[in-house]
């Protein structure tokens, strides 16, 4: 079932009027559905961490998962009896996971998205060698700090310590997590994690340059080739449609795609502006120097 609680409902209630239309009512009056938020960095499992898995526990795991030590498990306290002991697994209860979760998809997979574009481009297979360079740690925290933070609604302790802490993991070099993998399905992720963000930003007339050069990095790795003319393998279900973009077009052609960009930003000048200037900077200077003019 989805972790959001609201959708998992109607998706289990649904289900249960399918089968009996009595057992359908009685799951929306009686059943409650809480939501939850994960925030865990999960790298794409490797062989060498099956051997080491194995060297350890004596057996051979096919599919082992390796994680990073930090865990926060958010829930909601709606139980229809009384609260499952989860605290006991580090469970923090809240009354609405949803400001959490908006705060993990926008400052972690928001930067993170950033980096693995950007990163990918200027060489880096990995997002603790992006978060070394002085000039993409400085991008990444002032961009959490002073472009997404805002949007959020939470009082700036918490956004400020989320943001150390952040910075602090993605520094964690055990975590061999590629820029490679995170760049994967930008089609699915840029909504929920950057673009948001940005239609935030516009709506209180406020920057977003460093949210902006993280979507035209990204435009610029969708589109198949680094800046040395060397072939990416997108891997997106709309890799397809993005080969179809003309180079020479770039932002016009991505800002077409309906399913990626809502019309309220597609048509809005400030932002094609704004991307049309950081596309046009990573292509003149490369990645690298972009980050560092930019941060």
Same mark, same amino acid.
């Given at each position: 079932?989805?972790?959001n609680?609201?959708?998992?409902?109607?998706v289990?209630?649904?289900?249960?009027?399918?089968?009996?239309?009595g057992?359908g009512r009685?799951?929306?009056d009686?059943?409650?559905?809480?939501?939850?938020?994960i925030?865990?960095?999960?790298p794409?499992?490797?062989?060498?961490d099956?051997?080491e898995?194995a060297?350890?526990i004596?057996?051979e795991?096919?599919?082992?998962?390796?994680g990073?030590?930090?865990l926060?498990?958010?829930?909601?306290?709606r139980?229809?009896?009384a609260?499952?002991?989860?605290e006991?697994g580090?469970?923090e209860?809240v009354?609405d996971?949803?400001p959490y979760?908006r705060?993990?998809?926008r400052?972690l997979?928001?930067t993170?998205s950033?980096?693995?574009y950007?990163?990918?481009?200027?060489?880096?297979?990995f997002i !603790?060698?992006?978060? %070394?360079d002085? +000039?993409? #740690?400085? $991008?990444v925290?002032n961009?959490?700090?002073? &472009?997404?933070a805002?949007?959020l609604?939470?009082?700036?302790?918490?956004t400020?310590?989320?943001?150390t802490?952040?910075v602090e993991?993605?520094?964690?070099t055990?975590?061999?997590?590629r820029?490679?993998q995170i760049?994967?399905?930008?089609?699915?992720?840029?909504?929920?994690r950057?673009?948001g963000?940005?239609?935030?930003?516009l709506t209180a007339g406020?920057p977003f340059?460093?949210?902006?050069?993280?979507?035209?990095?990204?435009?610029?790795?969708?589109?198949?080739?680094?800046l040395s003319g060397?072939?990416?393998v997108?891997?997106?279900p709309? !890799?397809?449609?993005f %080969?179809?973009v +003309?180079? #020479?077009r $770039?932002?016009e052609?991505?800002?077409?795609? &309906?399913?990626?960009f809502?019309?309220?930003l597609?048509?809005n000048?400030?932002f094609r502006e704004?991307?049309?200037?950081?596309?046009?900077l990573i292509?003149?200077?490369g990645?690298?120097?972009?980050?560092r003019?930019?941060?």
């Amino acid at each position: 079932l989805p972790h959001n609680g609201q959708v998992a409902g109607t998706v289990f209630t649904a289900f249960a009027e399918a089968v009996d239309a009595g057992l359908g009512r009685w799951v929306r009056d009686n059943v409650p559905f809480p939501g939850t938020m994960i925030d865990r960095i999960v790298p794409a499992t490797t062989d060498a961490d099956r051997a080491e898995v194995a060297a350890l526990i004596g057996l051979e795991d096919a599919w082992p998962v390796m994680g990073e030590p930090f865990l926060q498990w958010v829930v909601e306290e709606r139980f229809a009896g009384a609260r499952p002991p989860l605290e006991l697994g580090g469970a923090e209860f809240v009354g609405d996971v949803a400001p959490y979760e908006r705060m993990k998809l926008r400052m972690l997979n928001g930067t993170h998205s950033t980096m693995a574009y950007l990163g990918y481009l200027s060489g880096y297979e990995f997002i !603790a060698q992006v978060i %070394a360079d002085a +000039d993409f #740690a400085r $991008l990444v925290k002032n961009e959490m700090v002073e &472009e997404i933070a805002p949007t959020l609604g939470m009082p700036t302790a918490q956004t400020d310590a989320y943001a150390t802490q952040l910075v602090e993991r993605y520094s964690n070099t055990a975590m061999k997590h590629r820029t490679y993998q995170i760049a994967m399905d930008g089609s699915q992720k840029l909504p929920q994690r950057l673009l948001g963000t940005v239609l935030d930003r516009l709506t209180a007339g406020a920057p977003f340059e460093r949210l902006a050069l993280g979507i035209a990095g990204w435009m610029v790795y969708a589109r198949g080739s680094d800046l040395s003319g060397k072939p990416i393998v997108v891997q997106d279900p709309m !890799a397809a449609e993005f %080969a179809g973009v +003309d180079p #020479a077009r $770039l932002v016009e052609g991505y800002l077409r795609l &309906e399913r990626i960009f809502p019309r309220e930003l597609a048509e809005n000048a400030a932002f094609r502006e704004a991307i049309s200037a950081k596309v046009a900077l990573i292509r003149e200077v490369g990645a690298k120097e972009a980050v560092r003019r930019t941060a």
